[in-house]
C-alpha cells in the first residue's frame, strides 16, 4: 500500500529501505548501483574466464595423465624383459661355469690318462730293451 503523494513514496522507499532506482548510462532502470552492476558483470566474466582456464588444465592434466600411464606401462613392460634378459644371462652364465668345470675335469683325467700310458710306454720300452739285451747276449754268448 503505497502513498499518492511523491515525496511521501520517496520517503517511504527510504524508510523500507529499498536499493535505489536509478538509469544507467544506456538508459536502462537499474535497481542496483551502477558502479556495484559493472562489478558484477566484471566479476562474472572473471568467473567464467577461471572456469574456462580451469577446464583447460583440466584437459591438460588429463592429457598429462594418460602420457604417464602410457610411460609407466612402457616402462614396466621394459623392467619385466631386463629382468627376464638378466635371469637368462645368469643362467647361461652358470651354464657355462658348469660346462667349463666338466670340461676341466676330462682335461684333468686326460692328463692322468696320458701320465700312465707314458709311465707304462717308459716300462714296456725297458722292458723291450732289457729284452733285447738278453736276446743279443743269447745269441752272440757273452
Not at 83 to 92: A, P, Q, Y
Amino acid at each position: 500500500v503505497l502513498p499518492k503523494d511523491n515525496n511521501n513514496i520517496i520517503s517511504y522507499l527510504q524508510i523500507m529501505d529499498f536499493p535505489d532506482v536509478s538509469f544507467d548510462d544506456e538508459c536502462c532502470l537499474r535497481v542496483f548501483d551502477q558502479e556495484k552492476c559493472k562489478r558484477s558483470s566484471s566479476l562474472a566474466s572473471d568467473c567464467k574466464l577461471l572456469v574456462s582456464k580451469l577446464r583447460d588444465f583440466q584437459e591438460i592434466t588429463s592429457t598429462l595423465m594418460a602420457n604417464i600411464n602410457t610411460i609407466a606401462e612402457d616402462t614396466e613392460c621394459k623392467k619385466l624383459r631386463t629382468i627376464g634378459l638378466r635371469m637368462k644371462l645368469d643362467n647361461m652364465q652358470r651354464d657355462t661355469q658348469r660346462a667349463t668345470s666338466i670340461l676341466q675335469s676330462r682335461i684333468e683325467e686326460k692328463e692322468q690318462e696320458l701320465d700312465r700310458y707314458q709311465t707304462q710306454l717308459e716300462s714296456l720300452l725297458r722292458a723291450d730293451a732289457y729284452q733285447r739285451n738278453e736276446i743279443i747276449k743269447l745269441k752272440y754268448g757273452n
